[in-house]
């Protein structure tokens, strides 16, 4: 411990020291931080995007993906039915038929032609086809066709048909196919499409008195 007269000897400090690179002092530069309600705000904005496009993807798929037009059977007459049972057993019978087919899709459809037919338990008794046409976005076109079916033999079915007569009423199948093309920009999809009915005919006043008809899937 030194006196209170004791001199000290202090060195002058230098006026431009040399820097000792194991004497410096670190600096570090932090992030700037931001506040959490902007960071919230731009999730926000991040997830509102991202459901917008996922939406506007999936409305795109369901207003453009092509679907098969749409038939129905809107009218079935039977114009005359009658049975020959010397020296064959022969089917006369004459349809009225009114189809109608929508183009469900928001572009065009060019149907190469519009088909119906009339079988009986399961066999065609004979058809009738119109030309092909085109139809316009969500638009609809109706045929009508007449199938007059004279001197048809009935050969394989014939113990169903005389069962059929006793019962009074016979069970007629008609289909209706259409088949074509959708138009999207540069590509041509194939589409077609089928509606089967089962008509049933009372012999006796000559009148349909049910009919069932159901789309068919084609693959």
């Known amino acids: 411990m030194r006196g209170k007269d004791e001199f000290v000897h202090y060195s002058p400090l230098p006026s431009n020291p040399s820097p000792d690179p194991s004497n410096q002092n ?11 309600h902007v960071l919230r705000h731009r999730r926000y904005l991040h997830w509102s995007a991202s459901f917008f496009l996922i939406l506007l993807l999936a409305a ?3 207003f453009l993906y ?4 749409d038939i129905r059977v809107v009218r079935i007459h039977l114009n005359h039915i009658g049975i020959k049972t010397h020296p064959k057993l022969v089917l006369d019978v004459s349809f009225f038929l009114t189809v109608n087919v929508k183009n469900r899709n928001f572009f065009s459809l060019s149907y190469d032609y519009i ?3 009339v079988g009986y338990r399961g066999r065609e008794l004979g058809s009738v086809s119109s030309d092909g046409g085109h139809l316009r976005a969500r638009a609809s076109t109706y ?12 050969i394989h ?6 069962e059929d007569l006793a019962k009074g009423f016979i069970p007629f199948d008609a289909e209706t196919r259409v088949k074509g093309n959708l138009g999207l920009l540069f590509f041509n999809f194939p589409m077609k499409a089928t509606v089967s009915c089962l008509v049933y005919v009372n012999t006796k006043n000559q009148t349909v008195v049910r009919q069932d008809c159901y789309p068919e899937s084609l693959g």
Request: glycine share 6%; with cysteine; net charge negative.
């Open 26 to 36: 670190g600096v570090v530069i932090l992030p700037a931080c931001r506040p959490p």
């Open 60 to 62: 795109a798929t369901f």
């Open 66 to 69: 092509p679907s098969d037009p």
């Open 157 to 162: 079915d014939v113990f169903y048909l005389l």
């Open 115 to 117: 088909n119906v037919s």
């Open 143 to 154: 045929m009508n066709a007449t199938l007059d079916l004279n001197g048809f033999q009935v």
